[in-house]
């Protein structure tokens, strides 16, 4: 994960199929779920499914869920687990002690 920043491939396709959707949850057992990428109409194999910024949810174990329907109100779920783990800052480089020439990348 880039800075929250999730994108979900995979293939949502059914017979008979009417949409798809994406969800996230907080835990590997959510309480609830949020909406990554909204009912879509049409099918996709093998592509991205949703793309979503996760970077206001803390460090830590997360879900996402694809929910596939038909036309008969019919759906098919999977969940998979992952940690989100965004990039530390860089730190700043201490100041130079007066006299001193500042810090360069070659030695």
Known sequence: VIEGLVTVYGSA???N???YRVEFGVSHAPEAWGIL???TPVPVLDGILGQGNL???ENGPMSIRLIVFDR?????ERVVHFTLMKPEPTPAP???EEGEPP???EP
């Open 103 to 105: 810090p360069t990348r």
């Open 17 to 19: 199929f009417s949409h």
């Open 37 to 39: 990428q909204g009912d």
């Open 94 to 96: 201490p100041p130079a």
């Open 72 to 76: 008969e109100g019919r759906s098919a």
């Open 55 to 57: 970077s206001a949810y």
């Open 13 to 15: 396709s059914v017979e």
